[in-house]
């Protein structure tokens, strides 16, 4: 059983800021890659980013390709979402999500365990 929990959620300007984390407990599995997936009112869950068990591999929506940036520490089992140039379409809740392969992917159904989501909302 592995629990993700996400926090750094919260209001920010269009132009703004924001930085998401993610800590998984539990029973991890070895090298195991880490991604972002949003879901706003009346859309599908869509990915953002992923990345990888030695964070050499990123992958990121072209919505947020240049904005956003994932980052890993596996000492402290979190995953991280800078987020800059926040844009009014941003505005969902943000969920981390554990791979149990080594390599991340941009399908949710690849994925095997989720966090509840932390809301981010954008002021225009």
């Known amino acids: 059983q592995v629990q993700l929990v996400e926090s750094g959620g919260g209001m920010a300007q269009a132009g703004g800021s924001l930085r998401l984390s993610c800590v998984a407990s539990?029973?991890?599995?070895?090298?195991?890659?880490m991604g972002w997936f949003r879901q706003a009112p009346g859309k599908e869950r869509e990915f953002v980013a992923g990345?990888?068990?030695?964070?050499?591999?990123?992958l990121y929506a072209d919505s947020v390709k240049g904005r956003f940036t994932i980052s890993r520490d596996n000492a402290k089992d979190t995953v991280y979402l800078q987020m800059n140039s926040l844009k009014p379409e941003d505005a969902a809740v943000y969920y981390c999500?554990?791979?149990?392969?080594?390599?991340?992917?941009?399908?949710?159904?690849?994925?095997?365990?989720w966090g509840q989501g932390t809301q981010v909302t954008v002021s225009s």
């Open positions: 539990g029973r991890t599995f070895s090298r195991y890659a």
């Open positions: 990345i990888s068990w030695s964070a050499l591999t990123t």
């Open positions: 999500a554990v791979r149990i392969l080594e390599l991340p992917s941009t399908g949710r159904y690849d994925y095997n365990y």
